[in-house]
């Protein structure tokens, strides 16, 4: 039986993550854990919830010792933006962290799901169809801390037989949780703005290319990766994965398809913009899609048509 701890669970992934695992694991069996300290009231809060920070050692150790986990899915970070305006907490929690976790995972031979990210490679990364296997030379600390945690992970599966899997996520798209201070979170505020306001003006520039996926499928790709059978797995943890590329001008035309009215307008972030441009266009993720069946549900317009249908009723539109 599984048995699995979440930290980070209060941000935008594992909102969701949590109440998807609890539906196909039992509301018992996983653990949501955030620095904050409590849920927000709502589905997340209907089950079990620890406090962890992930730099204390000592509290990841309490709860998979007390809890009896055997499965981490480590999700606590500071994300890209967050992470140019304070590098050193960047560092401290997503470096430190994950060793933490690590360590733990060691002791108690739990597995780990770490997720990496398309900022793991850098503006000498070759940027169309960017392959598995290629230079990382990212220049954000987010980017730094991400191809360190890829080796970290491989150097615990090598030499302690830790299992440890993930995946370099590109931006995900949600309407549960905003996201928490990346440089692809304009591609969420664009639908809030586009149903509001009927205008977005955009902090990443026209041309700007990005691979994106929704949520759901981010979320099917940890349980898919998680449940594959070990012995298929060539790359384990920093498997490219994506649903879509696209700059905002695709993006508003998609949007268009559903608010004909919608209007986009410019007023670009220099800091961000120079983030993104040092990010790959696109992800080759055949090696995903070989070792484990990764095949994503949604593309382009079918997330618009959820994402407006959702946030209407969200919102209350
Ligand atoms: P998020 O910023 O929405 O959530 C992160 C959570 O970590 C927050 O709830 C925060 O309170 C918590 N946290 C911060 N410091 C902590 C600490 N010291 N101890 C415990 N918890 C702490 O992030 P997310 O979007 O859910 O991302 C989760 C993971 O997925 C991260 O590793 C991120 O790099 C990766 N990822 C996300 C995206 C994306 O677009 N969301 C893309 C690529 C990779
Ligand atoms: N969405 C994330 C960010 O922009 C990518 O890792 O930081």
Known sequence: MKKILITGALGQIGTELVVAMRKAYGTGNVIASDIRPSPPAGELAEGPYAVVDVTLPQQIADVVKQQGINQIVHLAAILSATGEAKPKLAWDVNMSGLFNVLEVARETKAAVFTPSSIAAFGPTTPPDKTPQNTIQRPTTM??????GGE???DYYYLKYGVDTRGVRFPGLISYV???????????VHIYYEALKHKHYASYIGKGTFMDMMYMPDALDAIVQLMEANPDHLIHRNAFNVTAMSFDPEKLAASIRKYIP????????????????????NSLDDTAAREEWGWNPK??????????????????AL
């Open 142 to 147: 987010y980017g730094i801390t991400k191809v």
């Open 298 to 315: 949604y593309d382009l317009d079918a997330m618009t048509k959820d994402m407006l249908a959702q946030l209407k009723v969200k919102l």
């Open 177 to 187: 949780a905003l996201p928490g201070g990346g440089t692809t979170d304009y591609a």
């Open 151 to 153: 080796l970290l992970c």
């Open 261 to 280: 009215e919608f209007a986009l307008s410019y007023n670009v972030d220099p800091v961000r913009q120079g983030i993104a441009n040092s990010w790959p």
